[in-house]
């Protein structure tokens, strides 16, 4: 699993992934503060996962047009563009930022929600044949790591930082994932898949599958 390209895949989504945990838990302390309701922190792992649902239906369509690093690399730029203009209204302090907020998850987890089939995709394309399933193992590991580091190390983080500064930590993370992102190359020439059957067979494809 030499594959620089592999290497730079791995990085810059653990990166990703570790942010989208650290922005999720400073908005639990940001909605806190402003609202004081738990009916609101209840909203955010749910939008997360609604986002995240919807844009899994949609991943199989965009996957059979668009080039996978080109599917990675807009869904990562996309997600830093929504979180830093969320920053950037945090220091306006407007009435109103509560349904920035509660938008901003919803649309960060959508457009994420392409970033985990693509990257699946790409293993295959990155490593070879007989290292497929290490590299599989490896990356699961790595994302369930995270996922069990990552809110220790944000509860952590939030006692010595403010909500929106660790926001900011994220669109930092988040831009470093880009840059990552954007380097990765994909040896396989992409060819578009035109499809004879209509978007709902293409969604429902996978399900049949199963």
Do not use: H
């Amino acid at each position: 699993m030499k594959s620089i390209s592999f290497r730079k895949l791995w990085i810059g989504q653990s990166i990703a992934n570790f942010g989208d945990v650290l922005y999720i838990v400073a908005f639990i302390t940001v909605l806190y503060e402003v609202t004081g309701s738990a009916f609101y922190l209840t909203l955010l792992p749910f939008l997360n996962m609604l986002g995240r649902f919807i844009s899994s239906f949609y991943a199989p369509i965009l996957m059979n047009r668009i080039p996978l690093v080109v599917l990675l690399y807009r869904s990562q730029v996309i997600k830093t563009a929504i979180l830093f203009v969320l920053c950037l209204l945090l220091l306006l302090k407007l009435d109103i930022i509560l349904v920035f907020i509660l938008t901003a998850i919803f649309f960060i987890a959508f457009f994420d929600g392409w970033a985990m089939p693509a990257m699946n995709a790409m293993l295959p394309r990155l490593v070879e044949e007989e290292e497929l399933a290490k590299a599989n193992s490896f990356v699961a590991v790595l994302y369930e790591s995270i996922q069990l580091a990552g809110w220790a190390i944000g509860g952590i983080a939030v006692n010595f930082l403010s909500g929106s500064l660790l926001i900011w930590l994220t669109v930092l993370l988040y831009f470093i994932s880009t840059i990552m992102m954007a380097q990765i190359r994909d040896p396989i020439r992409f060819e578009k898949k035109e499809q004879a059957r209509g978007k709902l067979d293409e969604i429902l494809e996978g399900w049949k599958s199963i």
